[in-house]
């Protein structure tokens, strides 16, 4: 099958992504074959257009086409608050959400010693420096609540004194069930009880 070498090496490819195994990578490279026209073609432009002009925003660590991001240049997000996230896609998590609207900073990743990943591989000096030229009012941590995440938040929390640190709220999600949650979630959720 010396003829399908280009069609394979694209479902090898598309396999590399995540939540896509070698099955799901074959059927999506069919339908993308399929739909050449209204797909494939656009697909492979679009690919090509993010791969020349994708870039990281040199403040904040987003990704987006120019050298700062919309939300590091726009005037209404300087409201004096900084939300600290492991990745982009927490930060595209929480812009989805629409229920935050200062300005983020992206760690890329968390402190492990198991991986070798100290704060200088992390964007934390970085963060330090905005902290100190931004007029940042609060910081607020929102990262996984993962050992490697809970010993970030420490070692930022220890690096910013006199800046106030707060960090989300953990414990039941809406709709959850008591019954499926693990221990630590109901700990975190007793621990962080309101009034009604």
């Not at 074959?26 to 399929?34: G, S």
């Not at 994708?54 to 660590?61: I, P, Q, T, W, Y």
């Not at 987003?62 to 050298?67: A, H, P």
């Not at 900084?82 to 990745?87: L, N, R, T, Y």
């Amino acid at each position: 099958m010396n003829g399908t070498k280009d069609i394979d090496a694209l479902i090898a490819l598309m396999a590399r992504l995540p939540g896509l195994g070698p099955r799901s990578a074959r059927r999506a490279v069919l339908h993308l074959i399929r739909k050449r026209a209204v797909l494939l073609a656009p697909l492979a432009d679009a690919l090509t257009r993010v791969a020349a002009t994708a870039r990281e925003c040199l403040n904040c660590g987003n990704v987006g086409t120019t050298e700062l991001c919309d939300i590091c240049t726009s005037e209404i997000r300087a409201t004096g608050q900084i939300c600290v996230v492991e990745d982009v896609a927490d930060l595209w998590a929480m812009e989805r959400a629409a229920v935050f609207r200062g300005r983020y900073h992206v760690l890329g990743g968390t402190l492990s010693a198991l991986d070798a990943v100290g704060p200088e591989t992390l964007r934390i000096p970085r963060l330090i420096d905005r902290i100190a030229t931004e007029n940042v009012t609060e910081v607020i941590l929102a990262l996984n609540a993962t050992v490697d995440g809970q010993t970030t938040a420490h070692y930022i929390a220890d690096q910013l004194p006199g800046i106030r640190i707060t960090s989300l709220a953990q414990g039941v999600p809406i709709g959850g069930e008591l019954d499926y949650l693990d221990d630590g979630t109901i700990s975190a959720a007793m621990r962080a009880r309101r009034d009604i």
